[in-house]
């Protein structure tokens, strides 16, 4: 059974486990990281030399990095569902999971921990205001990509949506001013619907 180790409150580890319920992947979840700890113990580092969650083990193979954990997940049991078998259209997809790495990432992890992690007194203030007008624009390119889409790679759900849809969960309801973006509001809706984004994605932020 998949072993992956991770406090389920981090959002790279709800795209594992939202990968795995989609896909119908049994597995055993170990909490680590954030107030668990753990992360620096020996045993862990030998695992995964980063001290970040998550980690998984799959029959004796150990991976880090949530993005090349889903892809793995959904190349071994989800080939032609959320993994599309076409080169082409998987490089589609995959270009989105690369996106929200190098250009989603920053601003909304600048925003969420000010917000949800820093006691109000010390929150930068100003920083979450540039943060936030630049994902309004940097949100605007998904929008406007997914205005003939039901989700990025077509008509289904692949793993390209999994990432971003992840932070757009946090990015629809921290206490912000949104501008209208309504392909990515109806994107995000779409998500909503599916049970395994309910259960692993919208929990309460932490």
Known sequence: MLKIWGRANSLNVQKVLWCCDELGI????TDLGGPFGGNR???YLRMNPNAVVPTVEDDGLILWESNSIV????AKHGMGTLCPRDLGERASVERWMDWQLSTVHGGMTTIFMNLVRTPPEKRDMAAVEAAR???GEIWSRLDRYLADRAYVGGAALT???I???CFVYRWFNLPIERNDL???KAWYDRLTTRAAYRK????TMS
Not at 71 to 74: E, G, H, K, M
Not at 200 to 203: G, P, R, T
Request: no cysteine.
């Open 159 to 161: 793993i390209g949506d």
């Open 133 to 135: 007008q630049s994902m």
């Open 163 to 165: 990432p971003a849809g």
């Open 41 to 43: 113990d020996p045993a």
């Open 71 to 74: 892809r793995y997940l959904a």
């Open 182 to 184: 309504p392909h990515l």
């Open 200 to 203: 692993h994605v919208m929990i």
């Open 26 to 29: 049994p597995y055993t979840r």
